[in-house]
């Protein structure tokens, strides 16, 4: 279909009334016409084969197809527009392994399958809203917010409820009830924290991205901090990352006491620039300043030219630390992001905008068992039990000497020996990841679809959408469009607000980190990194994530042409 011939949708709420002689059966006109007039477009639903759910509810010897529904609600509230969802099939359920565990899980009976179908397709619409009489009956669906209007004070409930309803974010974690009943087995058993779920995703992330070893913590920062204490950076020290990431990339430098400093971007890729860092490590040579680490972030999931960046760090001898933040999921020449083959650490983010989530969490992962090992006791107030790492005399631990044995210390003992964090993962994360890591690859796909839709739907409007390198399969966390031709920063903020205005939850990846006051204040100024600079003054990120449906997208680009269309005309 033409998407010019595509009906609107917004299928944010369900106004929802069985039967006709229901009291809701009222109300519920009331509110197709008053959401109607207040430019919202109301989706229904259409159960096909056994009875129909318009807004009179009249069960029907011949039930309507989706068309004869959509026109019949049209006529009764007089408005030009209905989109008739369609809901899987009974015969369908019967044959979904998944959907009929997820029925027998949820305790669901078989005259309520019907509830199921409705409730199954509001969730692949990203419904976000039901207003029902039968609210009783879909409260069982964690992943749908019900007003019941006979219980909640209807107005207020539903302005405060929906007045986000239209907005789209640029990124959204989608949490399935897999995720849920994993994280609520792990609430109901022994181990909260240090039990084994955290050992078991640290296994699943290592496989995933066939490296050795993988360390869980609590934040992507966190994972960057211990990945320099291990490679050794402290006082004295310089680390180089992009300016074009989050201020963490960076920070973690100072959090040892060590110097940062950036090496300009690729304006193709957005991606630190391996051409000049080879030339930032000439000079710095010269000047004997070369950074201990180099950390290569993958922004936007792209990832970096890792082997070139490989070859200096042999030439001039620093440690690659892999900010893959963006970028679980992602491929570099034919190999899962995360290997470690070109670098000695590499980091994730589970942060809920990133590509799994945990809530808060992060991942280092790397072949080096010394390193893993920092990390993980670094990670846990540097404290550890095994006793080939002890490192007190017997006699200093006189009052617990064993008479039975000389080498075992008592099993209380533990000792310190770096001056550690607590930077653990709990195990209702680890859960929570887990249960996301089965997805990520469908996530992954849905990315893809959604950017090569994106690419399609740009296609001969004045901005440049995001070049791929031909060694690299992005993992697509961010979509970035950059305005064509110098439009100047007032343009590019007006299609910023015009954008906004219209719910349209664009953003910018990223302003400039030498820029931000807290490193100007360490020397850095505007104009250091030009290519940087520019790309900031002309990029827009555009929403994406796995659960944003196509209608969405729809939304989405069509703001961004009139947006556009506005600025160019002038
Ligand atoms: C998200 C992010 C981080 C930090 O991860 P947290 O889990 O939020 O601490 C670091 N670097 C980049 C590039 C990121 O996008």
Redesign the pocket.
Known sequence: MKTTDKPLLDSNILIYSINGDSPFHGKALDLLVQYTQSGFYVADINLVEFFQVVTDGRKTLHPFSTEQASEYIRKLVRIPQVNVLKTGSFHEILQDEDAHAEIRRLQIKRFAIYDYLIADCMRRHAVKLIITGNARDFRKFSFLDVIDPFTNSLTSDLGTRTSNLNYIPYARQSISEQDVASVCSVLRSDFLTQGPKVPEFEKAIAEYCNAGHAVAVN???SA?HLACLALGLGPGDTLWTSPI??V??ANCALYCGAYVDFVDIDPRTYNLCPLTLEKKLQAAKKNGKLPKVVVP?HFSGQPCDMEAIHNLSREFGFKILE?A??ALGARYKNEPVGNCKYSDITVF???PV?NITTG?G?MAVTNDQGLAEKMALLRSHGITRDPKLFENERWQMSSVRCQTSDLDPPSFYYEQVYLGFNYRMTDIQAALGLSQLQRLDAFGARRRELAKRHDELLAGLPVITPWQHPDGVSAWHLYVVRLRAAVGKTTHRRIFDAMREQGIGVNLHYIPVHTQPWFRQLGFMPGMFPESEKYYEESITMPLFPAMPEEEQDRVVEALKAALVTEYAE
């Open positions: 934040s992507g920062t960057l990431t989050f963490a990339s972030v900010d933040s963006h983010s589970f942060h990133k808060e992060g």
